[in-house]
């Protein structure tokens, strides 16, 4: 569900639905068996080196400090945890992280080996430090990029920032209380957020109203709709199926996905869902006016990273496809990975740019983590 490099481009985190959070050092490239023979044979995949233990229900998003020394996870078990990169094990335990192979392989053979054993063994890392004070499912998590400044947000519509140094609450504001929480982003100094908010209902009775507002992190004070700078005639207050016609084709099922420019002058947000575009918005921070949509996903983008140079997005969807498209024309330049057939064949959930941008790793719903190099 959740993917982070750990201070280098050959360490990476990865945390599931289970609320396994694991640790791998990558091999060097070539060192690796082949994907096909990882993807089919069991414990032909490099195994983990660590287990973080300590959540207790889904990893939603991860993130690691500048200096690569601490990670950061959220969760639906509604906490945040500090992991110290260094820290000492704590203890080990055995662990099988390649069921679905073993089972598949028990079918060809016929044979009927034990499923959970025998597996690898692994470190396990207790958390350096939790933070509390969300009391619903966390869907969001962003990091500042001088690494001061954390936002969560949760599925009761409230939205938090942290002071890291000081491991203490910073401020705290909400949305419309039917919607969730499904998006954060923040500038390099951690001073302005985006915040986008919304909440999927099957009727068209009672359709709460989205949102993607800008913020002053300080004291959560509103500083600009950018919903309603596209629709100036929007009234949030309205939930009736005609109401949510206004900004649907925009929205889609939710803006689920967001990041800031390095320079702060533009947002990506892009459409999640099971909608037919799955576009990637790119807005003036200033402003809000749309300056392009780019970069489809057939039923929905999942995540949107800016590169360190701020000239390429980088998007993932449920078409299982990786996207990497320019910015200045939102041309697109390369396409990794290709669709598998339909949004329930593991569609991509995250994905993560190394340190020196040289290394892009993704993880999938059916439980893999993907990596590629550039150059």
């Not at 660590?50 to 993130?63: D, F, V």
């Not at 575009?277 to 929905?300: D, F, N």
């Not at 140079?309 to 996207?323: E, N, P, Q």
């Amino acid at each position: 569900m959740a993917v982070a490099f750990l201070g280098s481009d050959r360490r990476i985190a990865a945390g599931d639905r289970d609320g396994r959070l694991l640790v791998w050092d990558l091999p060097e490239p070539g060192e690796a068996p082949p994907l096909e023979q990882q993807q089919k044979t069991p414990g032909a995949a490099p195994a983990p080196k660590q287990s973080l233990a300590g959540h207790t229900n889904g990893i939603s998003r991860l993130a690691t400090t500048p200096d690569g020394k601490t990670l950061i996870s959220a969760s639906f078990d509604r906490t945040i945890r500090f992991w110290e990169v260094s820290a000492a094990p704590s203890g080990s335990i055995e662990l099988v992280v390649d069921h679905e192979l073993r089972d598949a392989e028990v079918k060809r053979s016929g044979k009927k080996p034990p499923a959970d054993g025998p597996g690898t063994k692994v470190e396990t890392v207790a958390a350096a430090h939790t933070l509390e004070g969300h009391k619903d499912w966390i869907d969001s998590l962003s990091l500042s990029a001088d690494g001061r400044c954390l936002l969560t947000g949760d599925q009761s519509s409230l939205v938090i920032a942290w002071d890291v140094a000081a491991r203490k609450e910073r401020s705290r504001w909400s949305g419309h209380p039917w919607n969730w929480i499904v998006a954060t982003a923040l500038t390099a100094d951690g001073e302005t957020a985006v915040v986008s908010e919304y909440r999927y209902k099957r009727d068209d009775f009672d359709i709460p109203c989205p949102a993607i507002k800008r913020f002053q992190v300080a004291d959560g004070a509103e500083q600009l709709d950018l919903l309603k700078v596209q629709f100036p005639k929007l009234n949030p207050k309205e939930n009736t199926y005609g109401a949510a016609q206004v900004w649907r084709k925009f929205v889609a099922n939710g803006l689920i996905a967001l990041d800031i420019s390095p320079d702060g002058k533009l947002v990506a947000a892009g459409q999640g869902g099971e909608t037919d575009t799955g576009q990637v918005h790119l807005l003036e921070m200033e402003t809000g006016k749309l300056v392009k949509s780019i970069a489809g996903h057939q039923s929905g983008a999942t995540d949107v990273k800016f590169t360190a140079d701020g000239k390429y997005l980088i998007s993932a969807g449920r078409d299982t496809v990786i996207r990497i498209c320019q910015v200045e024309d939102g041309k697109e330049v390369a396409q990794l990975g290709k669709p598998r057939g339909g949004q329930f064949k593991d569609w991509i959930s995250a994905i993560a740019l190394s340190p020196d941008q040289r290394t892009l790793a993704a993880t999938d719903i059916g439980g893999w983590v993907h990596v590629w190099t550039f150059g």
